[in-house]
Structures are given as structure tokens and as C-alpha cells.
């Protein structure tokens, strides 16, 4: 090997060894630069700065024994030099009162070094501060799910447009739009008191239910499932659930997650096809995200949280996870379920899905007059799973030229391609 191509390939493994520390440390880097400069959008762009320079100083002296120190201690030298640069301090100082890194920033020489110390204990603070500022309710689903995976997930901008199959410069918008809106509407850098928090915090699970969702079932493109969004939403999950151990619900979401995301190998064939639930190999399920998610579903219960949303679609998947086989199901077990989530979340997609585990565990005669009531449902008219489940209880009743119109028109509303080819499959099965 040529000198030139040594050093390419050194060149490209630091590149790497960055970019991992990156996605580890980032949302670290940003929430604490963040409490300083009291700006998501400037922290972002110090980390990015300090990012940089680790690109030019670790390719020549090599990578540091503690490269997440070395970002943060870089970060925080740079926002420290912009606070002196543009006297911020001066006008935050009566704003901020006795906020000692406010105050360490223009009056001790040594800034950083107090701000290490007073700062070591904070960074699951500050972390949480970051996940609600991402999270706010002031913007829209979808820009808190590209704020959240780029500020706490460490995703560049072109990862998440290819996670959720959106253009690049969308993206990119989304994030910045989001920034500015935050920025324009003062949104203070901390954790909500406890009145506000119940709904903040509802908002942050949605955002992490969401990404998980786009990548459990993708709503669009050619595969079915995108694991690498699965294990994002999983991970911000479990940063959560450390951060916030009292809360039932991020349990809750964390065990629904987990279990879910234990059946991902099973789910899809060697074609990349759909596998339902009662046809899957569940030898293939894993057992440690398994065992992992019954005892978040534990911890959700023992701190009240047994009739969360959450905590009760976890439950749910806990009666899958438990049965040996699909034959072994505990069907009145989960059409009790329903009804209780029915009664904290009564939604026409749970009620489509209760009307699923009322045809298993009674049969589809009683199942159908519950899918024809939702026909009329607006919030399902373009859902293709409703056409879906209606073909599959007719064709139990041996309805069969009905069962495949329902199939066909399924097929006809889905967005992804493999879903698509799935029904379309079924409705020549009906021939």
C-alpha cells in the first residue's frame, strides 16, 4: 500500500471513529453548550464547530483516550468565545441572575473548568431540557420528529430525509424553520414544571412513537420496514426512560417498543415481503428485547401506569410475546385490552383493531358489524388497513368476490410498495 492510500484509509477510519462518537455525544455537546447560550440553533452550530475541528485535529494527532471530552470541552471553549466576542453576557446577565455558568462566563478567566464542574452532575438535566425544546408543542409533529432525531438522535440532515423518504433540502427547511420558530417565540431551555409536564411529556413520547412507527410499518416507499428508525426512537427511548425513571409512561412506550421491535426479523420474508402476526416464526423473535420490554411493561405498572395509552399497547403486545404459539393467544385477554384502551384512548384505529381481536377470540360475524360501523369514520377514509381488515372477515365468511373488491381497494389507498403487492396478492387469492 502507497503512503497516499495509508493515509486515505486513516483519513477514513477516524472519519468513522467521529462520526460514531458524533452520534453518541452529540445531543450531550448541544444540551450543555444549549444551557449556556440559552439558543438550540447556536449550540447546534458550536457542536457543529467543534465537530470540525475534530475533523482536522484527529486525522493529524490521532483520536483522543476521551473523544466525547474533547468535543465538549472544544464546544464549550467556542461558545465561551462567542459570548465574549458579541458581549452576550452583558445583556443576559441581569436575565439570567444567579445562573452560575451565566456568571462564570465573563467573571472567572478559567470558565470552562467551572463550568466542568458545576456542569458534571447536570447533563441528564440539560439532555432533558434539549428533549423538550425539541419536542415543543409549538411546532409541528413532523418538525419536532426532524429536530428531535437531529439534535438528540446525532442524524445528519440527509440521514433522516432518507429514513423518512423526504427530499433533503425539506428537511433541511423543517430543521431550520424549527429553530427560528423556537428562537421567535423565546421558548425558555428547561424542563417544564411539573403543572405543564404530564402534556409536554405527552408530546415527546409522540414524537419517539412516531419515528419508531415510520420505521415498525413504513408508510411509503419499497420496504416495508426501515429497522435503523426502530433503533433511533428505541435508543431516545431508553436515554428517556434513565432520565425520567418515575414516570410510568416512558416506561410504558419503552416496553411497547421493545417487544414490538423484537419481532423485526420475523415480519418480512427473504423477498423483503410482509409476514402477519399469526404467520410469523416466532423462533425469530427476539428474546432479549422480549424480556427487556416485559420488564419496562413491570416498571410502567408498579409506578400506576397500567391503564397508560403506552403501557397498555405494551400490554397487548405482552400477550403476543408471552403465547408459544399464534394458536396459544389470549384473545378475550386482548379484546379486554382494547376495551380499556378504548376508554383512555377511544380512537377509530384502535377500535379497527379491537374489531381484529373481537373476530380471533369470537369469530368474524361479530367482528364485521364493528368494521362496517367505522366505514363512515373521516379519519379512515384513506386508511387502507380498514378496506384491509373488512376483506380478511369476509373472506372468513366465504364472501369470497367481496373479499377481493375490499383487497383491491386496499391496495389501491397504500403508499408503500410492498404492502401494495401484499393485497394485491390476497385479492387474486379470492379468485
Same mark, same amino acid.
Given at each position: 500500500?502507497?503512503?497516499?492510500?495509508?493515509?486515505?484509509a486513516?483519513?477514513?477510519?477516524t472519519?468513522?471513529?467521529?462520526?460514531a462518537?458524533? &452520534?453518541?455525544?452529540?445531543?450531550?455537546?448541544?444540551?450543555?453548550?444549549? %444551557?449556556?447560550?440559552?439558543?438550540? @440553533?447556536?449550540?447546534?452550530?458550536?457542536?457543529?464547530?467543534?465537530?470540525?475541528? *475534530?475533523?482536522e485535529?484527529?486525522s493529524?494527532?490521532?483520536?483522543?483516550?476521551?473523544?466525547?471530552?474533547?468535543?465538549?470541552?472544544?464546544?464549550?471553549?467556542?461558545a465561551?468565545?462567542r459570548l465574549?466576542?458579541?458581549?452576550?453576557?452583558?445583556?443576559?446577565?441581569?436575565?439570567?441572575?444567579?445562573?452560575?455558568?451565566?456568571?462564570?462566563a465573563?467573571?472567572t478567566?478559567?470558565?470552562?473548568?467551572?463550568?466542568?464542574?458545576a456542569?458534571?452532575?447536570?447533563?441528564?438535566?440539560? /439532555?432533558?431540557?434539549?428533549? !423538550?425544546?425539541?419536542?415543543?408543542?409549538?411546532l409541528?409533529?413532523?418538525? &419536532? $420528529?426532524?429536530l428531535?432525531?437531529?439534535?438528540?438522535?446525532?442524524?445528519?440532515t440527509?440521514?433522516?430525509?432518507?429514513a423518512?423518504?423526504?427530499?433533503?433540502?425539506t428537511?433541511?427547511?423543517?430543521?431550520?424553520?424549527?429553530?427560528?420558530?423556537l428562537s421567535a417565540? %423565546?421558548v425558555?431551555?428547561e424542563v417544564?414544571k411539573?403543572?405543564?409536564r404530564?402534556?409536554? /411529556?405527552?408530546s415527546?413520547?409522540?414524537v419517539?412513537?412516531l419515528v419508531?412507527?415510520?420505521?415498525?410499518?413504513?408508510?411509503?416507499g419499497?420496504?416495508?420496514?426501515?429497522?435503523?428508525?426502530?433503533?433511533?426512537a428505541?435508543?431516545?427511548g &431508553?436515554?428517556?426512560a434513565?432520565?425520567?425513571?418515575?414516570e410510568?409512561?416512558?416506561?410504558?412506550?419503552? @416496553?411497547l417498543?421493545?417487544i414490538q421491535?423484537?419481532?423485526?426479523?420475523?415480519?418480512?420474508d427473504?423477498?423483503?415481503?410482509?409476514?402477519?402476526?399469526?404467520?410469523?416464526?416466532?423462533?425469530?423473535?427476539?428474546?432479549?428485547?422480549?424480556?427487556?420490554?416485559?420488564?419496562?411493561?413491570?416498571?410502567?405498572?408498579?409506578?400506576?401506569?397500567?391503564?397508560?395509552?403506552?403501557?397498555?399497547?405494551?400490554?397487548?403486545? @405482552?400477550?403476543h410475546?408471552?403465547?408459544?404459539?399464534?394458536?396459544?393467544?389470549?384473545?378475550?385477554?386482548i379484546?379486554?385490552?382494547?376495551?380499556?384502551?378504548?376508554?383512555?384512548?377511544?380512537?377509530?384505529?384502535?377500535?379497527?383493531?379491537?374489531?381484529?381481536a373481537?373476530?380471533?377470540?369470537?369469530?368474524?360475524?361479530?367482528?364485521?358489524?364493528?368494521?362496517?360501523?367505522?366505514r363512515?369514520a373521516?379519519?379512515? &377514509?384513506?386508511?387502507?388497513?380498514?378496506?384491509?381488515?373488512?376483506?380478511?372477515?369476509?373472506a372468513?365468511?366465504?364472501?369470497?368476490?367481496?373479499?377481493?373488491?375490499? !383487497?383491491?381497494? *386496499?391496495a389501491s389507498?397504500?403508499?408503500?410498495?410492498?404492502?401494495?403487492?401484499?393485497?394485491?396478492e390476497?385479492?387474486?387469492?379470492? $379468485?
Amino acid at each position: 500500500m502507497s503512503g497516499r492510500e495509508q493515509k486515505s484509509a486513516t483519513d477514513d477510519a477516524t472519519r468513522r471513529v467521529i462520526d460514531a462518537v458524533w &452520534r453518541i455525544e452529540a445531543a450531550k455537546v448541544i444540551a450543555s453548550v444549549a %444551557r449556556v447560550v440559552r439558543d438550540v @440553533a447556536l449550540a447546534e452550530e458550536l457542536a457543529q464547530d467543534a465537530f470540525v475541528a *475534530a475533523l482536522e485535529h484527529w486525522s493529524e494527532a490521532g483520536v483522543p483516550e476521551k473523544p466525547g471530552a474533547w468535543l465538549m470541552t472544544t464546544a464549550k471553549n467556542k461558545a465561551l468565545d462567542r459570548l465574549r466576542q458579541h458581549a452576550l453576557h452583558a445583556r443576559k446577565h441581569e436575565e439570567y441572575g444567579r445562573d452560575l455558568d451565566a456568571q462564570e462566563a465573563h467573571v472567572t478567566p478559567d470558565f470552562v473548568d467551572a463550568l466542568d464542574a458545576a456542569r458534571e452532575d447536570d447533563i441528564g438535566d440539560d /439532555l432533558l431540557r434539549l428533549i !423538550f425544546t425539541a419536542c415543543h408543542p409549538l411546532l409541528s409533529v413532523d418538525a &419536532r $420528529a426532524a429536530l428531535t432525531l437531529r439534535l438528540i438522535g446525532g442524524l445528519t440532515t440527509d440521514e433522516i430525509a432518507r429514513a423518512f423518504l423526504v427530499p433533503e433540502p425539506t428537511i433541511a427547511q423543517r430543521i431550520v424553520r424549527a429553530k427560528r420558530t423556537l428562537s421567535a417565540a %423565546r421558548v425558555p431551555f428547561e424542563v417544564p414544571k411539573a403543572d405543564a409536564r404530564a402534556a409536554r /411529556l405527552g408530546s415527546v413520547l409522540e414524537v419517539i412513537y412516531l419515528v419508531f412507527n415510520e420505521g415498525y410499518s413504513a408508510t411509503a416507499g419499497d420496504d416495508w420496514m426501515r429497522p435503523a428508525l426502530c433503533e433511533d426512537a428505541l435508543r431516545l427511548g &431508553r436515554i428517556l426512560a434513565e432520565l425520567m425513571p418515575d414516570e410510568s409512561e416512558v416506561h410504558g412506550l419503552v @416496553a411497547l417498543m421493545e417487544i414490538q421491535a423484537s419481532r423485526t426479523k420475523a415480519r418480512v420474508d427473504r423477498q423483503g415481503r410482509p409476514v402477519l402476526l399469526p404467520d410469523q416464526d416466532r423462533s425469530r423473535w427476539d428474546p432479549l428485547l422480549i424480556r427487556r420490554g416485559l420488564a419496562a411493561l413491570r416498571r410502567s405498572e408498579a409506578l400506576g401506569g397500567a391503564r397508560g395509552v403506552y403501557a397498555l399497547q405494551a400490554a397487548l403486545a @405482552a400477550c403476543h410475546a408471552r403465547a408459544p404459539s399464534a394458536a396459544d393467544t389470549d384473545w378475550p385477554m386482548i379484546v379486554a385490552l382494547y376495551d380499556a384502551l378504548m376508554q383512555t384512548a377511544p380512537t377509530p384505529v384502535v377500535e379497527l383493531n379491537r374489531a381484529v381481536a373481537v373476530s380471533m377470540a369470537y369469530g368474524p360475524e361479530e367482528a364485521l358489524p364493528i368494521v362496517d360501523a367505522l366505514r363512515e369514520a373521516p379519519a379512515l &377514509r384513506s386508511y387502507h388497513w380498514l378496506p384491509s381488515v373488512r376483506a380478511d372477515l369476509l373472506a372468513k365468511l366465504g364472501r369470497k368476490d367481496e373479499a377481493r373488491a375490499e !383487497f383491491e381497494r *386496499a391496495a389501491s389507498l397504500a403508499k408503500n410498495a410492498r404492502e401494495r403487492e401484499f393485497l394485491m396478492e390476497r385479492a387474486a387469492a379470492m $379468485a
